[in-house]
């Protein structure tokens, strides 16, 4: 493989390692598609209902580990939950927080907001500002289904309906 190359016009040599790495990133429809529908799965075997607005599921995992996971908003096609780990020995930063919105009629769960930064768009450019990765969002879902899966098979009890 050639690493370096002149060119032409301008005699200049291009590094093209370096135009590969400035590739934009270009998330995979069915993967995405197959791990929100995971995630749906995996939210629908942790919560009974999840069509009611303003409720709210404290799970407890263990003695020292606590989620919650409110219903913040409900509508026929979508629900839009918070999913928070709340520890008592852990500054808040530092436990994970994200926002899912659940579309019932496609059957898919989709972490829309993590850790409070705002809408995530399917691809970053990178290096960027705020130091996203190019697959930010994809990791987001990932890490949603990691956590639901653990949670899944500790078999969460729960701890209070409000």
């Given at each position: 493989?050639?690493?370096?190359?002149?060119?032409?016009?301008?005699?200049?040599?291009?590094?093209?390692?370096?135009?590969?790495?400035?590739?934009?990133?270009v998330p995979k429809l069915a993967t995405m598609q197959a791990l929100c529908e995971l995630n749906y799965a995996h939210v629908?075997?942790?919560?009974?209902?999840?069509?009611?607005?303003?409720?709210?599921?404290?799970?407890?995992?263990?003695?020292?580990?606590?989620?919650?996971?409110?219903?913040?908003?409900?509508?026929?096609?979508?629900?839009?939950?918070?999913?928070?780990?709340?520890?008592?020995?852990?500054?808040?930063?530092?436990t994970p927080s994200m926002t899912v919105r659940l579309y019932h009629?496609?059957?898919?769960?989709?972490?829309?907001?993590?850790?409070?930064?705002?809408?995530?768009?399917?691809?970053?450019?990178?290096?960027?500002?705020?130091?996203?990765?190019?697959?930010?969002?994809?990791?987001?879902?990932?890490?949603?289904?990691?956590?639901?899966?653990?949670?899944?098979?500790?078999?969460?009890?729960?701890?209070?309906?409000?």
């Amino acid at each position: 493989m050639v690493f370096h190359e002149q060119n032409k016009t301008t005699g200049a040599v291009a590094d093209q390692v370096t135009s590969l790495m400035q590739r934009k990133y270009v998330p995979k429809l069915a993967t995405m598609q197959a791990l929100c529908e995971l995630n749906y799965a995996h939210v629908l075997k942790i919560l009974p209902d999840c069509d009611t607005e303003a409720l709210k599921y404290v799970f407890a995992v263990g003695d020292t580990l606590t989620y919650e996971i409110r219903i913040i908003e409900s509508s026929r096609y979508t629900s839009t939950l918070t999913v928070q780990q709340t520890t008592k020995d852990m500054p808040a930063y530092l436990t994970p927080s994200m926002t899912v919105r659940l579309y019932h009629d496609a059957r898919m769960a989709e972490v829309i907001n993590s850790q409070n930064t705002g809408a995530l768009a399917p691809s970053y450019d990178y290096p960027n500002i705020k130091m996203r990765q190019r697959n930010e969002k994809q990791m987001v879902n990932i890490f949603l289904a990691e956590w639901l899966h653990f949670c899944l098979s500790l078999k969460p009890k729960v701890a209070s309906e409000a």
